[in-house]
């Protein structure tokens, strides 16, 4: 039941529980922290799924399909959330993905020690079990186009994240300038 609850209200409890920073979000401003200490949701929310896992619990996906389908561009978390909500309502979903492997930064982005790329890879199995459709090593806007996605679906969803700091592309702006200054 704590398994089922879990897995209904997060996309992948066992991730949140492992990356998300708990400590200075809802755990750190809980009221309960004045007095009592707040409860470790972080820590709850990863032992009821690995415990779940262990113990051969799995998470369903309705069998009946809505006949509608949309294509997710990107399979970080924000594609792979959507993705569950999708299925979970009985729509096709297609992830086109540049990378070799799901995941987005969850893979490329946090170490390993933080969060195990096998926990991510499991979850990914999942979605893939229920229904998923994941196509990785495609490029959107070179190796499909948007406009395809867009005919061919009944929805597009964009998550695909922000490669490029905000401060480099500031830098690089202060460069230019700079560059443009000194020629002048
Ligand atoms: C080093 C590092 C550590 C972090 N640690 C934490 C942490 O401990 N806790 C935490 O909560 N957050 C952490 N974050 C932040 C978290 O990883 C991001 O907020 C989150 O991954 C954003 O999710 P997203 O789905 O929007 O984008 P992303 O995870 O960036 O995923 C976007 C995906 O879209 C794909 N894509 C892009 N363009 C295209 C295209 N044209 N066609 C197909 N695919 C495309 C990319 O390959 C990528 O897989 C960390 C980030 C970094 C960089």
Redesign the pocket.
Same mark, same amino acid.
Do not use: M, N
């Given at each position: 039941m704590a398994f089922k609850l879990s897995n209904e209200s997060s996309p992948f409890p066992e991730i949140m529980g492992r990356?998300? &920073?708990q400590d200075v979000l809802c755990e750190g401003d809980c009221t309960l922290n004045h007095r009592h200490g707040a409860i470790t949701i972080g820590s709850i929310e990863k032992y009821i799924t690995e415990k779940g896992f262990e113990n051969g619990l799995t998470i369903d996906f309705p069998k009946q399909k809505l006949g509608k389908s949309v294509a997710v561009?990107?399979?970080? &978390? $924000?594609?792979l959330s959507l993705a569950t909500y999708l299925l979970r309502a009985g729509i096709d979903v297609t992830i /086109? @993905?540049? $990378?070799s492997r799901a995941?987005? *930064? *969850?893979t /490329?982005?946090?170490p390993g020690f #933080?969060l195990d790329k096998n926990v991510i890879e499991r979850r990914t199995n999942l979605l893939k079990k229920g229904g998923l459709n994941l196509k990785t090593n %495609? @490029?959107?806007? #070179?190796d499909i186009s948007f406009e395809d996605l867009r005919k061919n679906n009944d929805a597009v969803f964009i998550? %695909?994240?922000?490669?490029k700091p905000k401060k480099q592309i500031f830098l690089t702006k202060i460069a230019n300038e700079f560059i443009w200054l000194w020629n002048f």
């Open positions: 990356v998300c &920073p561009i990107g399979s970080g &978390p $924000a594609g /086109y @993905e540049r $990378a995941g987005g *930064l *969850l /490329y982005g946090i #933080k %495609i @490029e959107v806007g #070179k998550g %695909i994240g922000s490669t």
